[in-house]
């Protein structure tokens, strides 16, 4: 089934606040950074998300030409824009598949991206810049890190 809409949005808030003997403490913020890219459904509308357990020692190859999305269709991308992950109970690392890797896209070079236990990211692209999806170019593996198995959520938003 085909995204009638997605969004990709990140968001840090802060307020900063010092005690002052005497007086009221001096507050600042209040205030945030967003970055938010709303896609057009009719280029970008394919989706994928799962929740999934990677023991010690152990990795997940996510095939972006080749996942079921929610209700049980074929997700077959050929542009990536947006990638969402959190990291419960362990740590990962997040890059390009070993063979057929879509490197690139969010880690340069041979580089990964690591999630500390508790940690999460999510990475927007304008559709107009997104990864390039192909035979060749096509796998985003996450790996378990340190000594305790990692249970990842991720969500992979494309065309």
């Keep these: 089934m085909a995204l009638t809409s997605s969004q990709a ?16 403490a001096t507050k600042q913020g209040a205030d945030q950074l967003i970055g938010s ?6 280029t970008i ?11 010690v020692g152990a990795n997940q190859d996510f095939d972006l030409t080749a996942l079921t999305d929610f209700v049980g269709d074929g ?16 740590a990962c690392k997040v890059k390009a598949g070993a063979t057929n890797g ?3 896209w969010f880690v340069q070079d041979s580089g990964s991206l690591y999630i500390p236990a ?4 999510v990475i ?6 997104g990864a390039t999806v192909s035979g060749s170019a096509k796998v985003i593996n996450i790996a378990q890190s340190g ?3 990692v249970t990842v959520s991720v969500v992979f938003i494309g065309g």
């Design 37 to 42: 890219i709303t896609y057009d459904s009719t």
């Design 102 to 104: 879509l490197s690139g």
């Design 118 to 121: 508790g940690g999460f990211a």
């Design 147 to 149: 000594a305790t198995a």
């Design 45 to 55: 509308n394919k989706g994928y998300g799962k929740t999934q357990t990677i023991a």
């Design 124 to 129: 927007g692209w304008p559709a107009a810049v």
């Design 75 to 90: 997700v077959n991308m050929n542009k990536a824009v947006a990638f969402m992950i959190t990291a419960t109970g362990g």
């Design 9 to 24: 949005t990140g968001t840090l808030q802060w307020i900063f606040s010092k005690s002052n003997t005497g007086f009221a």
